[in-house]
């Protein structure tokens, strides 16, 4: 069974932006949208994942799960570093630093 799901991205290869084309269309620079198998969102999910600049790249998916909220989140690179995924309770919550700009960082 197919399910929606959304990839965004920065920092991928060219090649690998052609690949998740064939499967979801980019209504904006590194935002795919698509109703994908299991199947085909693993592997254009790890595909993303193997290519992903290390240095200045990342990426996220949001796809239908059976969860409290209905879908799972997942990031992989540089930006998760920002942010955290945090699972309180079932919940998938966001959580980033209060103070950005002293040189400390507290949560």
């Known amino acids: 069974m197919a399910h929606f799901a959304v990839i965004t991205t920065s920092g991928i290869p060219d090649g690998t932006r052609g690949a998740i084309t064939r499967w979801m269309i980019e209504p904006a620079p590194g935002v795919y949208v698509g109703t994908l ?4 969102r693993t592997y254009l999910w790890t595909a993303v994942k193997d290519s992903i600049d290390q240095q200045t790249g990342w990426a996220a998916i949001v796809y239908n799960a059976p969860t409290e909220q209905g ?11 920002e942010r955290t995924l945090t699972n309180l309770d079932g919940l998938t919550l966001v959580a980033w630093p209060r103070n950005t700009t002293s040189n400390t960082t507290e949560w």
């Open 37 to 40: 198998t299991t199947r085909v």
């Open 71 to 81: 879908y799972q989140v997942e990031t992989h690179g540089q930006r998760h570093i």
